[in-house]
């Protein structure tokens, strides 16, 4: 299939884009490079030995999706492209609802009058909210979410499952990613976020490589086994693998389904340091330090739905995890900016 990747130079897109091409599909990518980088898409092409057709444009600019559609007959698009700091978010609520927002109904709009009517959507299991028990399953109910990024998240799928409605052709995937991390094996692409870190993976590797002096693990008295906050955390290539299989089912299904990717376990903060240290054989100061505001005490996906539907589930665990990120940020230590 041909298919379009908005924000495919980033984390997820350039590992789905390799993923994709393994499965000999061919991927377009879409960037404005906001928040990536060229040089992921250059280091894509090393990975899989060919060039990837790339166009750096913004999703909300209407000529240029048009432009873009006309030029190619997608089968299928994956949309990643959007802001995603949920610090910022808060911060910053209306330029993440003009771009989250605009970004999916320019694309949606272009895709209709070009009659590509089968997306595959970057959500999150923010969208659950805090909910009473785990592990999280796609029947529960939304408890609403605590911050301005994840409400686009919730509004852009029901913009999605709307368009099911109004069109029963559409086909629509909603992925709800836990926590992504690792990176290529290769340690050529992987996560290379700007300024400090806020989420624990990327500060992890960046106090391992001693850019950052110590880690503060947000909190030590909640109800889990070691106090420490309890997350489920899904190598990269493995959720690139999933939306692989998420575009062969929207290729053969018409309405709108919601999708777990996560792998059903979840680790502690301290979990994961500490499998850090042991296989990469490097220290991670840290120290312990209050609850970061917003933050849930635990959560973990129930991942059957991904098995059942798509034949999908994860095989990398918490050491190629580790390893990985520890290699790409081993062998780059200023990410693409070298
Ligand atoms: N943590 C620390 N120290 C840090 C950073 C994080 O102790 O410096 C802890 C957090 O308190 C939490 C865990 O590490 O217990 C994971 O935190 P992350 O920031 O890595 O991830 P979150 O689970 O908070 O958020 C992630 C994504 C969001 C998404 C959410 C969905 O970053 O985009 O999962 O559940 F919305």
Known sequence: MKILLTGGAGFIGSHTCVELINAGHTPVIVDNFINSSAESVRRIEKIVGRSVPLYEADVSDREAMNRIFDENA????????????????????????????DTTLTLCETMQAHGVKKIVFSSSATVYGNQPEVPYREDMQSLGCTNPYGWTKYMIEKILEGQTVADPEWSVVLLRYFNPIGAHESGLIGEDPSGI?????????????????????????????DGTGVRDYIHVVDLARGHVKACDYAAGHTGSEIINLGTGHGYSVL??????????NVNVPYVIAPRRPGDIAENYADPSKAKALLGWEAEKNLEDMCRDTYRFQSQNPKGYHT
């Open 197 to 225: 870190p806020n989420n624990l993976m990327p500060y992890v590797a960046k106090v391992a490589v001693g850019e950052l002096k110590q880690l503060s693990v947000f909190g030590n008295d909640y109800p889990t086994p």
């Open 271 to 280: 979990d994961l340091v500490n499998t850090f240290m042991k296989v990469n």
């Open 74 to 101: 997608f089968d299928c698009v994956i949309h990643f492209a959007g802001l995603k700091a949920v610090g910022e978010s808060v911060s910053q609520p209306l330029r993440y609802y003009r771009n989250n927002l």
